[in-house]
């Protein structure tokens, strides 16, 4: 014999699927933008000439800012996003380009801002520092070193793409 359904739980199933259908389609690009860093480790991003050219990169860490273009879900800034990456020469030679942000909790570090603390960045939200190829201190709030992105020469300019994975 078949158990009837009462009107109450005919309505409480239906109310509760369709609020589950509707949260899960509001849900999905707030997690995904969440965990969807900019330019993702290992993600498909295209390197982005920075205009900048290879011989004008030296030992000292220089901030470069860029532009990415790219489609979040629905979003697409018109005018894309700014990005930045602190790029250097490493003692032998090859490009370095480091990511700003904090791996504590996202502030924006700089290199050589504090005086106590020289030839390093230094993230001034909980005083984070990292040694210059982004490794970070022991005993500071970060855990982990910067991130460094993908870099590629081209035309002798300097071309930037996604985190390293
Ligand atoms: S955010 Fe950089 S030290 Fe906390």
Redesign the pocket.
């Known amino acids: 014999m078949g158990k009837k359904v009462s009107r109450r739980q005919f309505l409480t199933y239906t109310l509760g699927s369709t609020a589950g259908f509707l949260a899960s389609g509001m849900l999905f690009p707030m997690v995904r933008f969440a965990v969807d860093p900019v330019l993702k480790k290992g993600g498909s991003a295209k390197y982005v000439d920075v205009n900048l050219p290879i011989s004008q990169i030296t030992q000292e860490p220089k901030a470069v800012q860029f532009v990415i273009h790219r489609k979040d879900g629905w979003y697409e800034p018109e005018n894309g996003e700014s990005l930045t990456a602190w790029v250097m020469k490493d003692e032998s030679g090859n490009v370095r380009a480091l990511s700003p942000v904090?791996?504590?909790?996202?502030?924006t570090?700089n290199w050589n801002s504090n005086p106590q603390y020289k030839n390093q960045f230094f993230?001034?939200?909980?005083?984070?520092r990292y040694e210059k190829d982004g490794t970070n201190v022991p005993g500071?709030?970060?855990t982990k070193p910067l991130d460094k992105y993908k870099t590629k020469i081209a035309n002798g300019r300097l071309l930037i793409g996604p985190v390293e994975s």
């Open positions: 904090c791996k504590h909790l996202g502030c570090v993230c001034p939200c909980h005083f984070g500071t709030p970060p």
